[in-house]
């Protein structure tokens, strides 16, 4: 494959960036916050145009790569190790004219076996992006079929979750998972592989653990409605998605802020309000072709948009996004 001029190193493109740049209009001297600092790919196009940036990471590997950034822009990026849903915290200085997510793993991450994102190399069955917290082998060995079930269906959209869920119950008892090819290979000894069908048969699991481990929907709804909190009029809202439940919270957010109440003809209809948001552009925006060739991180990407209004923020209201009630882990979840 071909690196992209647009990488910010050797082992990260940004996706859609571009895109995102044009959806954003960052201009000199303005406040940005890029809520998903990664490894910088938005955070330094921004830059670039003379405006300033905080950027936040969960991860604390991702903020010490950034120091070296953030002296190359003395003055004009600080970097914040915490969760985008504090972007209230963030933003104490002043509204920001813009704001910037990208909702998806970093490659830097899946790319390092030590971190456990991925069955590629192996590595312990970890999955935590701040590096504390429970991790995805107490997921695994500590909750209750049901709830392990659950937590596959919806944020894997796995159709074997139930059996899965069973084998992991069975095979804990005497030998917990620890590594996480020893999870891959498990899966795909209980469900067998299609030699037509390329994806893992353990990939939604693990996209399902990694979810459910970082609260990474809990995580999207909080940042929205902080973003909505803290943007001046005129700010704007830039998201960047790469599946299906990601860009259904942020297009059912969208919509019900821009006064058009539910997002979903599934949902109730809702009274007409004032819109803290307006659409920009015509919608959602996807990767060119070129760009999904070079980049297959970008193949499932979209883009979506607003900008802030006058008007004040919206009660939140979470009923909206259709988020089922998943299990809670606590330190003393056992089966």
Known sequence: MPESPHASDGRHIPVLL???IAAL????????IDGTFGAGG???RILETGAFVTAVDRDPSAIEVGRAMENE????????????????????????????????VSSMQIDEAERGFSFQKDGPLD?????????AADVVNRLKIGDLARIFNFLGEERHAGRIARMIDKRRTTEPFTRTRDLANAIEALVGRNPKVPIHPATRVFQALRIFVNDELGELVRALHAAERVLKPGGRLVVVTFHSLEDRIVKRFFSDRSGAGGGSRHL??????????????????????????RNPRARSAKLRAGTRTVNPALAEDHAIYGLPNLPVFIETARN
């Open 127 to 135: 999955m935590r992006m701040s590096s504390s917290g429970p991790s």
């Open 18 to 20: 571009d895109e995102v």
């Open 268 to 293: 109730p209809q809702r009274d007409q309000r004032l819109a803290s948001f307006t659409p920009v552009g015509k919608g959602v925006v996807i990767p060119a072709e070129d760009e999904a060739l």
């Open 25 to 32: 209009q960052p201009e000199k001297g303005q406040r940005i």
């Open 42 to 44: 938005y955070t330094r």
């Open 73 to 104: 822009f003395a003055g004009r990026l600080t970097l914040v190790q915490g969760t985008f849903s504090t972007l209230d915290q963030v933003a104490l200085l002043g509204a920001p004219d813009g704001i910037v997510l990208d909702i998806g």
